[in-house]
């Protein structure tokens, strides 16, 4: 079956743009994630959601970070005024609310590079 | 959470078997001990998770002695597509609990050879 797919998968932009990063799920997945992996880093949590409410946004690291679920499918990861630092991959994981925390599949990631 | 340690980097031949240790001192009693596998450009993928002895699947085997403070992944007779970093990750599994996201560390990078 289909897996987690993310758009787009490179995205090069200048400082001080903004960019969206979509997440489409498994299909019947409610709960959703996003990580963020800086190159030769392991991966960093950002933001999970149940359904469309997001419950922990504890790794957010900043208030330019932001991201939003719709229909308790499709992901948006923004990030406004992007800085150098923001480089890295995006990845998504999705997993069905009933099965245990360790079943989490992935997405390939998006490849954000910030010039 | 507890904390994991693994090696940065491996090196093996195709036709091996490999042996990747992690150390988790501070296990908590109700901890699982889970492996993903990430290959370039992919996000991880679960490849075996247990809690006390022995687990074996077609991927790999985790061997946890009895006071669970380490756990040993191993892959039998590696080859050039298992090239990948493991990471090792030690936590709680429930049915019912809420969605904490799993905490990678920088995991081991193993680099098969012809």
């Known amino acids: 079956g289909a897996g987690v797919s993310q758009s787009p998968s490179n995205k090069v932009t200048e400082k001080g743009k903004d960019v969206e990063l979509r997440c489409d799920p498994i299909?019947?997945?409610?709960?959703l994630y996003w990580y963020r992996q800086s190159l030769g880093q392991g991966l960093e949590f950002l933001i999970y959601f149940q359904g469309n409410s997001a419950p922990d946004k504890s790794g957010l690291p900043s208030d330019r970070f932001s991201a939003e679920r719709t229909g308790g499918s499709v992901s948006t990861l923004t990030i406004q005024r992007t800085q150098q630092e923001d480089s890295a991959v995006y990845l998504c994981?999705?997993?069905?609310?009933?099965?245990?925390?360790?079943?989490?599949?992935f997405g390939p990631g998006t490849r954000l590079l910030v010039l | 959470l507890a904390k994991t340690t693994q090696p940065i980097s491996m090196d093996s031949y195709e036709g091996q078997e490999v042996n990747i240790t992690c150390s988790h001192n501070?296990?908590?009693?109700?901890?699982?001990i889970t492996w993903y596998q990430q290959f370039p450009s992919q996000g991880p993928r679960f490849i075996i998770q247990g809690y006390k002895t022995k687990v074996t699947n077609e991927v790999a085997s985790l061997f946890i002695p009895a006071d669970r403070k380490s756990s040993t992944l191993s892959l039998p007779r590696v080859s050039l597509s298992d090239t990948a970093v493991y990471y090792c990750l030690v936590g709680p599994r429930g049915e019912n609990q809420a969605g904490t996201a799993l905490i990678f560390g920088k995991g081991t990078t193993l680099s098969v050879s012809s």
């Open positions: 994981a999705s997993r069905k609310v009933d099965r245990p925390q360790e079943t989490q599949y």
């Open positions: 299909s019947g997945h409610t709960a």
């Open positions: 501070n296990i908590a009693t109700n901890d699982y």
